[in-house]
């Protein structure tokens, strides 16, 4: 088993950045793959990124893609999520998952684990 603790979530203005971290424990955080997903109220679930156990493929969400960045350091047992030029609409929840495939859709099929989540809020 693993958990996920997410961090670094805020109140930011538009064009404004954030950077979200995923600390994991339990098991050896190297053995799975990471995804980020989104939720905002009243919307469905959203993939946002996804990155590989040794951090040599990444897989970026149309929407955010130029400006989110998805990143590992696993001597830290950490997930990043680099999240820059912020619009109003990526105010949501952001949750990191692990699994052990490296999924990509909506649904977060792949992901056993998920953190708790945390807030991000774009707003003037």
């Known amino acids: 088993q693993v958990q996920l603790v997410e961090s670094g979530g805020g109140l930011v203005r538009p064009g404004g950045s954030l950077r979200l971290s995923c600390a994991a424990s339990?098991?050896?955080?190297?053995?799975?793959?990471m995804g980020w997903f989104r939720q905002a109220p009243g919307k469905e679930r959203e993939f946002v990124a996804a990155?590989?156990?040794?951090?040599?493929?990444?897989y970026i969400a149309d929407s955010v893609k130029g400006r989110f960045t998805i990143s590992r350091d696993n001597a830290k047992n950490t997930g990043y999520l680099q999240v820059n030029s912020l619009k109003p609409e990526d105010t949501a929840v952001y949750y990191c998952?692990?699994?052990?495939?490296?999924?990509?859709?909506?649904?977060?099929?792949?992901?056993?684990?998920w953190g708790q989540g945390t807030q991000v809020t774009v707003s003037s």
């Open positions: 339990g098991r050896t955080f190297s053995t799975y793959a």
């Open positions: 998952a692990a699994g052990i495939v490296v999924g990509t859709t909506n649904s977060g099929s792949g992901y056993d684990y």
């Open positions: 990155i590989s156990r040794s951090g040599g493929r990444t």
